[in-house]
Every structure is written in C-alpha cells, then in structure tokens.
C-alpha cells in the first residue's frame, strides 16, 4: 500500500504493530489522524513549547530531537537543539549539490502548520546508518557521513 508508506505514522504504526522498535516518538497530528485500533475520536493535541522541551498531551519530548513532516515525500526535517546547548535549529532538506543541512542559531520554535513525528536525536558522533531492507534474521543497510555535522554530502 503506497499511501501508507507516504504516511510516516502510519509506517511508525505498522512497525510497531509488528513488534518491530521504532525510536521514541510522540505525533503532533493537525489532521485528524487517528492510529489505527484507537477508539479516539479525531481531535488535535495539546502542545507546549519550552526552551528545552515540548510537551504533546502532557508527554515530554527533550531537545535535541528531530521533527519529520509526516509527509514521506517531504523532505524537510529539523534537529532542535536544547537552549543549554546554545539552541537553534539544523534545516535538512534534499541534496542541492552537495549541500543537504543549515544551521539556523535563531530558530528555536518548532514549526506550528501542518503534522509533524518528532523524535529523539540519537548521537551517532556523525555517522549515519541508512537502512534499506531489513527481515526476520538479516538487515541491510549503509553508513556514511552525516550531513548534520557539517551540511555537506559526499
């Protein structure tokens, strides 16, 4: 089913479902998405934003951590650093040569249109793991630079 691979949640959903881990992660959801099996009726959470932290109906996610649009095709994810850390925000986007992040010191808010994953930031001393495929006793998958420590591609 493309749609539901088109739709992070529902992939995170899946995965989970499955007994497969996921990184920790909570939906900021502006759409009426409802998980599947929930009972909920549709409604938006309740966000709170702190220097080092926000809240989505009252779980804490601590910065730094990543915001995905949930959106697969859209390619525009965000690292936010906590204030004790100096703050500010890493944009990634798709590779324009070969360049793929900046650093923005004076953004700090998350973005507040649209639906969003976040996720913990993992600290990977700058490498990245690329997973391509992965079974029930074997994975693939590929490590490389990431463009977070210095906005370059190789």
Sequence with gaps: EQRTLMDRRKVYDRLEAAGIDVPRHLYMSRDGYVPAGSDAPPCEPVMVEYDDHIEIDGVTMEKPFVEKPVDADDHNLRIYYPASAGGGCKKLFRKVGNKSSDFFPEISEVRRNGSFIYEEFVET????????????????????????????VI
């Design 125 to 152: 001393q700058g490498t990245d793991l690329k997973m391509y495929t992965v079974g029930p006793d074997y994975g693939h998958a590929e490590a490389r630079k990431s463009p977070t420590v210095d906005g370059m």
